[in-house]
């Protein structure tokens, strides 16, 4: 009676998982443990045991310089990999600590005076800058992108907004007084530049998370590449057990987004639709307050009452336009969504009403380089934002597969199975065996005994090769053969028969001649005999060559049907549920 097993939890799955990572990846220990918690899910105390006893194992006399020497370069790095490990885990709460830096950097700027002030800032900026574009890089997240590069932003604008509200132009040498003359409208001037600055960081933060997930996504594909048939076959087995753990509630709390969903299947017209929105709004504003010249031609800034309305518009068609991409769902489809927004966003500036019509929609074209920049805008930021659908679902996927979310675990079910089939071909195989192999090595000279296997054994690979195939596996007495097709097969085992005698006189050492016999059968092979090494294809061939005669050939029905022409006999006996011939003609 089978044994009922025991329901494996999330954690004991993820210790599982973890010893699988290390068992695969020796090298792989090295990486810091903060990653390997954050990564398994598991507590820093476990993963740092486990990785205490790979240190343990490995120390071995003669390595002693080579660890002292990793030790060092671990405790240099150590660091660095700790701060990465923060930026990643806690994003808001670094993009916001990052930002009150630089803007407590600003007025302790303003107080120090030239010229450590400016270098102060400088460097500040610097280093907070280069810790936002690190964070996104290491966390891959475009919604973490687009949040961070806000909470990084506000805290700086809000020290610039206090410090013009209560200084005077001159005190700042900022001729700022023409522009925003009231404090109202300084505050006003000052929203506009938080959605500017937030949109220039945004940029730099969606790269960074571009990037990171790229680099993410390859290293998942390495990995992948990495692991043998088995692990494969462990990881469905695990995700079956995990499959079957009883849920609660909120068991498929991370399913997929609906209106997402639904924006994906309909993804051009909702890139139409959302184009359209903008160009009605931009429409809207030139019949009320105006819209500003382009930007090359201005040469002072607008009023607010034009300003403010236009950054609003551009940045609702920015964030409109990145919507569209990403509901494309990936690049391709992202350049064609940026296209369409593009396009409808046109359609109601052709409305016949003053102040639009056809020269209000080619006003931007009256520069080159204007009209280059508008025209590959959108398709450029919709590809982004495709990139980063596909991105960011993949890491959805991966975070709901972490969750045990039913439905994720299934999909990745089948798609380890897909993987598991991929190369699936048929082949032939062919089963050699040497007769009496132990009568030959009674009395034998150890020593020649082991040459003339040898030889033996690499008189058969020459076969081998020689028509095609490959050698599976050998053991002293026998070897295991694949071959693409059954003429090849059947025809290196005939030059294997009509050659023995030849082998024999003259590399075979021993007193009794060898004599070997054949079985040959062909089957569907999912994956290369290098991996399966437990398939039926193998061991009916291997059956099949017991009943064949000292310097025969046995083959199964499979196999004689794709030989015409040739004689054979059929036994009376089935092997494995086959019928089995015997070659009349086993030599050439």
């Known amino acids: 009676m089978a044994t009922q097993r025991a329901q494996i939890t999330p954690r004991a799955q993820a210790m599982l998982d973890f010893a699988s990572y290390l068992r695969d990846r020796p090298d792989d220990g090295e990486e810091k443990s903060d990653d390997l918690a954050a990564r398994f899910g598991l507590p820093i105390e476990v993963v740092r045991e486990s990785l205490r006893v790979i240190s343990t194992g490995r120390r071995t006399p003669d390595s002693r ?25 806690h994003p808001v709460v670094s993009a916001i600590t990052l930002g009150l830096a630089m803007a407590a950097a600003i007025p302790l700027g303003r107080v120090l005076g030239a010229p450590f002030g400016p270098v102060l800032v400088a460097s500040v900026g610097a280093l907070a800058g280069a810790g936002l574009i690190v964070l996104n890089f290491l966390r891959a997240q475009l919604r973490y992108a687009l949040i961070t590069a806000f ?7 809000a020290a610039l907004m206090l410090t013009f509200l209560f200084a005077s132009a001159d005190e700042l040498r900022i001729e700022l007084a023409d522009v925003a003359p009231t404090g109202g409208a300084r505050l006003a001037y000052f929203v506009v530049l938080l959605v500017n600055w937030t949109l220039t960081a945004a940029v730099l933060t969606i790269i960074a998370a571009l990037l990171g997930g790229y680099r993410r996504v390859r290293k998942e594909i390495r990995d992948e590449e990495r692991r043998d048939r088995l692990v494969l076959l462990q990881r469905i087995f695990d995700l079956k057990a995990r499959l ?29 639709g959302l184009g359209l929105t903008v160009g009605l709004g931009e429409v809207l504003i030139r019949l009320t307050v ?4 382009v930007v090359s031609q201005l040469a002072e800034v607008p009023p607010l009452e034009q300003l403010v309305p236009a950054i609003a518009i551009s940045t609702l ?18 350049i064609a969504a940026g296209v369409a927004f593009y396009m409808a966003s046109n359609l109601p500036i052709l409305l016949p009403v003053p102040g639009l019509g056809w020269g209000a929609l080619t006003e931007p074209f009256r520069e080159s380089a204007w009209m280059l920049l508008v025209l590959l805008i959108n398709p450029l930021l919709g590809m982004v934002a495709g990139m980063g659908a596909a991105i960011e679902a ?26 598991l089939q991929t190369g699936a071909a048929d082949l032939c195989v062919m089963s050699v065996d040497v007769v009496k192999s132990i009568l030959m090595k009674e009395g034998a000279d150890r020593y020649e005994v082991e040459v003339s296997f040898r030889a033996f054994q690499e008189f058969i690979e020459r076969n081998v090769r020689r028509h095609g195939g490959s050698i599976h596996s050998t053991a002293g007495d026998g070897a295991v053969a694949e071959f693409h097709g059954v003429p090849e097969a059947f025809a290196c085992a005939r030059a294997i028969q009509s050659s023995l005698p030849e082998f024999n006189a003259g590399e075979n050492r021993l007193q009794l001649p060898f004599l070997v016999r054949v079985g040959l059968h062909c089957g569907r092979v999912h994956g290369g005999l290098d991996e399966v090494v437990f398939t039926r294809v193998i061991d009916i061939a291997a059956h099949i060559e017991k009943v064949a005669p000292g310097g025969g050939i046995a083959l199964s029905e499979v196999v004689t049907g794709q030989l015409p022409g040739e004689a054979f006999t059929l036994i009376a006996e089935q092997i494995d549920e086959q019928n089995v011939f015997i070659s009349l003609s086993p030599a050439v």
């Open 65 to 89: 310089g080579a660890i002292e020497r990793a030790g060092l370069g671990n405790r240099l790095r150590r660091p660095f990999a700790a701060m990465g490990g923060i930026l990643r885990n």
């Open 151 to 157: 909470l990084f932003v506000a805290p700086i604008l």
């Open 244 to 272: 079957q753990e009883p849920r609660g509630e909120d068991g498929n709390r991370d399913r997929p987004n609906r209106w997402l969903e639904y924006a994906r299947a309909r993804w051009l017209a909702v890139a139409a």
């Open 290 to 293: 105006g819209i500003p010249q």
């Open 317 to 334: 068609s920015l964030t409109l336009l990145l919507l569209s991409g990403f509901a494309a769902g990936n690049w391709l489809r992202g």
């Open 394 to 419: 993949s890491a959805g996927r991966q975070s709901r597969i972490r969750a045990s979310d039913q439905a994720a675990l299934l999909s990745e079910i089948v798609r380890l199975q897909q993987v």
